[in-house]
């Protein structure tokens, strides 16, 4: 018999769990900076930062994702507290990535006010305008979102074709990078897919048999062109949008994983064909795991949080030596120098969390991970979903082995030897 108590307690349950779903421009104007320095010529396709915020037991979290490069230091601190006031919670309840798109900007505020201090002239930097109109696009569209009671949540996965492909591959004994339009070059294109994880990941948040909003997880950089003044989200905003349209209306949010040393280069040549093939294909990726979603009733949701100081790169003296004598520089290496420099004398610690709903466990790391880490995640918890490039400002963080082979990721690395131990001891602290 249902009591008027257990109705009540019913009716309790079913509204534990509300999610809204957001979505705000992200696009920069004309003349405004892509990564590092490139100014912006042509908008091809719009840029966007979308995410959810999620509601359960008077607490709210927001995960959102960026069309951008990377978002690092008081810019990424500055666009948290922005989501936060849309969301009306605490900053530490935020999560803010990207998809590290490359023809999107970069931006390092630590690093832009080192370079003001400085530099009589500094590299062109994005406008204090723009980040405060992008900062009140991220409030409104917050706190606009139109909240949900949701009573089903599904989780689904599928092998994605020919998209990921290593960056780092060992050929005949010796270490070879291939970058992401690595298919000029045949025999770069001949070399295997692996070490990948071909599995994109579905979140999927629903309500009376109506998805609301799907998170997708997928380690690989996206980006099949870079640095000429166009901007775009590449293939896989293409891919995401396009889903969308499919969908019924449930919003599509796209997080990467930790595909630091994971490019499209096996599969791209930088042609127009390319990208519209890499598109399709991580397409029917999405919707194969969408297609594969096994639902459950929502559980209880638990947000953990672990705070981790990271060694700096050896050779900072020399990134130093670049900022005391800039004449002779790039504005690229002077900016990437001031990332590291601020890097090295951050205070701030970076934030590793974990959001639990019932068995279902989303890991947020900052930085450009590489996949060891993704993999040492998994190893612990089978079915985890990651999210990697949150704040950026450590650049690559690579397993200790890679800082002792070399080559790209470590050489671009802001962080150094030692990260490995810290790290790990994070993620197994925040998935156990
Ligand atoms: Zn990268």
Redesign the pocket.
């Known amino acids: 018999m249902i009591t008027a108590a257990s109705l009540l307690l019913l009716l309790h349950v079913a509204a534990d769990l509300r999610v809204a779903p957001f979505r705000a421009d992200a696009t920069p104007d004309m003349g405004e900076p892509l990564i590092w320095t490139t100014p912006v010529t042509k908008i091809m396709d719009p840029l966007y930062a979308k995410g959810v915020i999620l509601e359960s037991k008077g607490k709210r979290y927001v995960m959102c994702s960026m069309d951008w490069c990377g978002i690092s230091g008081s810019t990424h601190r500055m666009l948290t507290e922005a989501l936060a006031k849309g969301a009306n919670t605490k900053p530490e309840y935020v999560e803010l990535h990207t998809l590290?798109q490359h023809s999107a900007p970069y931006v390092d505020g630590d690093a832009y006010a080192l370079m003001r201090k400085l530099l009589p002239k500094p590299p062109l930097l994005m406008s204090d305008a723009y980040l405060a109109k992008l900062a009140n696009n991220l409030t409104r569209a917050a706190q606009s979102a139109t909240f949900q009671d949701i009573d089903q949540v599904g989780l689904g996965e599928a092998k994605v074709e020919k998209v990921a492909s290593a960056r780092r591959l060992k050929v005949d004994g010796k270490l070879v990078i291939r970058f992401s339009t690595g298919a000029k070059d045949p025999k770069m294109a001949a070399l295997p897919e692996a070490p990948i994880d071909p599995m994109i990941r579905t979140l999927t948040f629903a309500s009376k048999g109506k998805p609301v909003a799907r998170m997708h997880y997928y380690a690989t950089?996206p980006q099949t062109f870079c640095c000429d003044g166009r901007v775009s989200g590449d293939m896989i905003n293409a891919a995401r949008e396009g889903f969308e349209k499919e969908d019924g209306g449930a919003m599509q949010i796209n997080f990467d994983g930790a595909g630091?040393n994971v490019t499209v280069g096996k599969y791209n040549d930088g042609s127009d064909a390319a990208r519209e093939a890499l598109a399709e294909r991580l397409k029917q990726g999405i919707r194969d795991s969408v297609k594969a979603t096994q639902w459950t009733s929502p559980g209880d949701v638990d947000w953990r949080a672990e705070n981790i100081r990271l060694p700096h790169r050896p050779d900072l003296a020399d990134h130093k030596a670049i900022l005391a004598a800039p004449a002779k520089r790039t504005d690229i290496e002077i900016y990437r120098a001031a990332i590291s420099v601020v890097f090295a004398e951050r205070k701030r610690p970076l934030t590793l969390t974990a959001l639990r709903i019932g068995g279902i466990r989303i890991l947020h790391m900052p930085g450009?991970v590489l996949l060891e880490y993704q993999n040492f995640a998994r190893s612990l918890q089978p079915n985890v979903l990651v999210a990697a490039y949150g704040d950026l400002q450590s650049g690559?963080l690579c397993p200790d082995v890679a800082y002792q082979e070399g080559g790209y990721e470590p050489s671009a690395s802001n962080a150094g030897p030692g990260t490995e131990a810290i790290l790990k001891g994070a993620i197994r602290k925040l998935l156990r």
């Open positions: 590290h950089h630091g450009e690559y």
